[in-house]
């Protein structure tokens, strides 16, 4: 398990105990069920970690390793679990052109040489994913809005480059002036 110092990832939520042996209902707030797995470890509540001893992803239940009785179950209901950036990237493949949202925040978004501004954070609306921009200071002097939203989608995201941290979009500047 790597340092609780590193920053965690809230990927599911613990819900209410289910029958007689310590099962807990998952609600799951990550993209990838597939760390979901017997004998892997997470943080909870940020504070103490976890093992899993029993995974049912699909009847969403999980058990504890120790927690064997509906009272012991019930303490945990509404406990948030947390993974590792770090953890994160070591347990799950991605396929070509596939970031994590970690991974996207915090890289400029340029259009033809122009920085448009900063990604905050991505957001799922409906079905479509979006990148939150922080609106370059120099756009904002121009009344422009000091956020705006781009879906991430090929035809307005046209490369992104992890390692200097910086999108390159088609149409963004539009968005920006429409919003």
């Known amino acids: 398990m790597s340092n609780q110092s590193d920053k965690l990832l809230h990927i599911a939520t613990i819900g209410k105990a289910v ?16 760390q979901f ?17 029993k ?5 969403s239940l999980i058990k504890i390793a120790g927690v064997n009785t509906p009272e012991d179950a019930k303490r945990f209901t509404n406990e948030k679990i947390y993974t ?5 990237r070591k347990n799950i493949d991605l396929e070509d052109g596939q970031y994590f949202y970690f991974d996207i925040e915090d ?24 990148l939150e921009i922080i609106t370059d200071s120099a756009l904002v002097q121009q009344d422009l809005p000091k956020s705006f939203l781009i879906p991430y989608q090929d035809h307005f995201v046209v490369s992104v480059d992890i390692e200097n941290k910086v999108i390159e979009v088609s149409g963004g500047l539009d968005i920006l002036k429409a919003s």
């Open 37 to 53: 797995t017997v004998g892997a470890k997470f943080f909870i509540s940020k504070k103490r970690t976890i093992e899993l001893s």
């Open 55 to 59: 995974v049912d992803l699909d009847r």
């Open 107 to 130: 890289c400029k978004v340029y259009e033809n040489g122009q920085l448009l501004g900063v990604v905050d954070e991505v957001e799922r609306i409906g079905a479509t994913d979006y």
């Open 84 to 88: 590792t950036y770090e953890d994160t």
């Open 19 to 34: 029958g007689l042996g310590g099962d807990m209902k998952l609600h799951i707030k990550s993209d990838f069920p597939e």
